[in-house]
């Protein structure tokens, strides 16, 4: 039961806080800084994606420095099967992917890993669900904005949603999910250079910029 139950420890972190920081890095010293500033911030969960070059690397690297009690690392941008069970066997505890990948679910499930698909329709979600799926994450949400979140969990507000926002139009924004957020959190997100978050409703992530080392934020909503 231990690899249960550090899936719904791992499951309730994020869900409690709310927030995953996507990070994309060139390397795996420059992804420990940014981990550093997130443990600094607060930050529960950094989600390493497979867009960076060598990341299963990063995640090994990160995994044998970071505990899950001290921050919670994950695998995005995964896109199959293969490559969530390297992210896994590398020391990943949660593993993304931009889209509705049946056997990725079912290879997660498997291991008891949390697993957060890409989703966009009613269709899809309903078939997340179905599939065993965590936590789905709206993709890509800046295609309708905050608006398709209240639209989904209309007819199904057992689902747990999650998309991407920019930080600077979240840090600003009243009420929203990181401005309840300990200040420290966005501070330190400043000081690592060239960054970008994403909002968790499960999650959903833009980039700020172009620049090679970007920090994401999602928010998570229940």
């Known amino acids: 039961m231990e690899r249960v139950s ?44 497979y867009t960076v070059p060598g990341a299963t690397r990063v995640i090994e690297e990160l995994a044998k420095v970071y505990t899950p009690d001290q921050i919670m690392i994950g695998a ?33 499930n498997r291991y008891q890993v949390p697993c957060m698909p890409g989703v966009m329709t009613i269709e ?18 800046e295609a309708f904005g905050s608006q398709i979140i209240k639209s989904i969990k209309g007819p199904l507000p057992q689902v747990i949603l999650c998309r991407r ?18 200040s420290a959190w966005g501070a330190a997100l400043r000081r690592a250079q060239r960054r970008e978050i994403t909002q968790v409703s499960p999650a959903w992530r833009r980039p700020l910029s172009p620049a090679s080392m970007r920090l994401g934020k999602k928010f998570v909503y229940g």
């Open 6 to 49: 550090k899936k719904w420890d791992i499951l309730n972190k994020i869900t409690s806080s709310g927030l995953v920081v996507v990070v994309r890095a060139e390397n795996a010293t420059v992804a420990k800084k940014i981990m550093e500033a997130c443990l600094e911030g607060g930050a529960p969960a950094i989600e390493i994606t």
């Open 76 to 108: 995005g941008t995964v896109l199959d099967q293969e490559t969530a069970r390297i992210s896994i066997l590398a020391g990943a505890q949660y593993v993304v992917s931009p889209y509705l990948d049946p056997a990725t679910i079912k290879l997660c």
């Open 124 to 141: 899809g979600v309903i078939q997340a669900m179905e599939l065993g799926a965590d936590i789905l994450k709206v993709f890509p949400g």
């Open 165 to 182: 926002v920019a930080l600077a139009s979240t840090m600003s924004r009243g009420g929203s999910r990181l401005g309840q957020l300990p």
